[in-house]
């Protein structure tokens, strides 16, 4: 499967990131691809802080392009959208393939860290959701940007079986975090032997440096600060044979559950 990653750099004009996801869409569909990953927020984004006026209801105007855009073009699509949700808001990843809603994730670890705190403004999703769906031969598993410091998350979208695991992302800029932000990607692809695919929000307050890393560690695309789309060929046979020279998820003696439950 070919996979676009498109790292987008979106505002608070909720037309223009309509209008980059439309040319993301376009972009993905030339390649040949068949999944394209949007960032983190691809529905609106302020670095300064998100807020209601960036939220739309489930279903509404950015999720009904994402499904027109997948349907036109014959594509799986991932991206991060700000729904409305009681007093908060949701940061949510929507799946859509061929103009049906696939799967959809609320981010469960929010991004009280570094300065930043996301609980004041989201409520977190549910330990217990899912997260993974179909494209193609493919399992794909779903996370959000900081759930990327919890390996368990990843861990356990593996056990329900995802071989590639998406993580759209605003990952926020300062000291270290490029590395981290590498380092977490490659670390989570090689500890469970899966494609991570970091598409990572471009512009001011963030990194950039959307990521894909095959199941051995290997980097296959990695962008830099400016908007851009990287294109990577995966292949589920290539990841069998990773897990069969390194069988560590068959190897391991532990559960992902802590002590006591």
Known sequence: ????????????DLARARALASAAA???ATSGARLLVLPEYSSGFDPRGVDRTLAQ??????EHLLAE?????????VAGVVREHSDKLTNTLVALDRNELVAEYDKIHL????GTRESDTFDAGAI???GTFECDQFTIGLQTCYDLRFPEITRKRVLEGASIVVNPAA??????????WRTLIAARAIENTCVMVGASMAGRGVIGHSLVVGADGTIR???????GLAVVDIEQVDIELTRNRNPSLRNRRMGIEAPGQ
């Not at 997948?70 to 594509?75: K, R, V």
């Open 1 to 12: 499967m070919r996979i676009a990653v498109a790292q987008l750099e979106v505002t608070r």
């Open 26 to 28: 376009a972009s993905a």
């Open 57 to 62: 209801p489930a279903g509404g105007a950015f």
């Open 69 to 77: 855009l997948s349907e036109q073009h014959a594509l799986c699509i």
């Open 111 to 114: 991004f009280d860290a570094f």
């Open 128 to 130: 217990e959701q899912r």
């Open 171 to 180: 990952w926020v800029a300062g000291p270290n975090k490029l590395a981290h």
């Open 221 to 227: 695309a990695e962008l830099g600060a400016e908007p």
